[in-house]
């Protein structure tokens, strides 16, 4: 099984290798506007000879100035990089988080399980009434109370309703299922981001630049970033909520740590949490009501077979 020190460690010597080759993918094309004229910002690559006969290679994103009539303004792919990790890094929670997430999601799930057992029972009572209406409408039929026009229009708005009803019920079970691991994976970003970032290739950021922000505008030489509603929100409570959140913060992924937070909140569920534990229960609380409204997904950074 491959840990998480190395999987960054395989990362950063495959980005070595990809520039010694003069390769190079652009993590953010795709991603970010011009603050000036609304354009595409593109990757460019500058080969600059040197008076000693040596080169250097600048990366930097700039205007692709499809309209002919903006200034361009440019901004080396390295201080990109560094602005969004300064972003993760004002996101970023203890290692015990995710332990702790993971044990709010399981009551939360409880929970759900418990509700929708009692709203499939209603489901089920509202499509046996429909289908009694449906049953009832060929026996007015049989009586002469309707005609074959009336009962087939009558019968296929019945049958619809019961289609969608039938719909709505696997719909809203596939929306909360997805909504957990969203959760989850919330959990395990802001606590990894930041070393999954600088330490991934682009496709890796590229996949967290995109999940974070909702818009990247290049401005004077810097890049505007409005974080997506979920992170939005997550830094907002994180700042009103000041130095209660800053505590491990940065600390270095040991998942034995993680384990012994999950054991010890196992046989303190019942107990009320202290101040720490209530600063993350009100960061998964806010990533769940963010998440309903916005119908985002997160998607799963973990590496294949990490540990």
């Not at 939360?108 to 489901?123: C, I, T, Y």
């Not at 395990?188 to 999940?211: D, P």
């Not at 998942?255 to 909140?265: G, M, T, V, Y």
Request: net charge neutral; charged share 25%; hydrophobic share 40%.
């Amino acid at each position: 099984m491959v840990s998480l020190s190395e999987f960054h460690q395989v990362q950063k010597h495959l980005k070595q290798q990809n520039r010694k080759q003069g390769k190079h993918d652009f993590a953010f094309n795709g991603l970010i506007r011009c603050g000036h004229c609304g354009g595409a910002v593109c990757g460019e690559k500058k080969t600059v000879k040197l008076s000693d006969g040596r080169t250097n290679v600048h990366f930097y994103y700039s205007c692709a100035n499809s309209k002919k009539t903006c200034v361009r303004k440019v901004v080396n792919e390295a201080t990109i990089e560094r602005q969004i990790s300064q972003v993760l890094e004002t996101l970023a929670v203890p290692v015990e988080f995710i332990a702790f997430a993971k044990q709010v999601i399981a009551h939360w799930k409880d929970e759900e399980m418990q509700n929708r057992e009692a709203v499939k029972q209603k489901q089920a009572e509202a499509i046996q009434g429909l289908e009694r209406k449906r049953d009832k409408l060929l026996e007015m039929k049989l009586n002469d109370l309707l005609s074959d026009a009336e009962y087939r229009e009558e019968k296929e708005k019945v049958q619809a309703e019961i289609v969608v009803m039938r719909m709505s019920q696997q719909q809203s079970h596939e929306d909360t299922d997805a909504l957990w691991e969203s959760i989850e994976n919330a959990a395990v970003l802001l606590h990894y981001g930041q070393a999954f970032f600088e330490g991934g290739n682009a496709a890796m950021q590229h996949l967290i630049a995109k999940t974070l922000g909702a818009t990247f505008v290049l401005t004077d030489r810097s890049l505007a970033i409005e974080l997506s509603p979920v992170f939005g929100r997550i830094a907002q409570l994180k700042s009103e909520l000041g130095a209660d959140m800053q505590k491990s913060i940065g600390a270095e992924p040991v998942p034995e740590r993680e384990n012994e937070a999950e054991n010890s909140f196992q046989s303190q569920q019942n107990a009320p949490l202290d101040g720490e534990r209530l600063v993350w229960w009100n960061i998964l609380d806010t990533t769940r009501t963010a998440l309903r409204s916005s119908r985002l997904a997160i998607p799963n950074f973990m590496p294949n077979n990490a540990s």
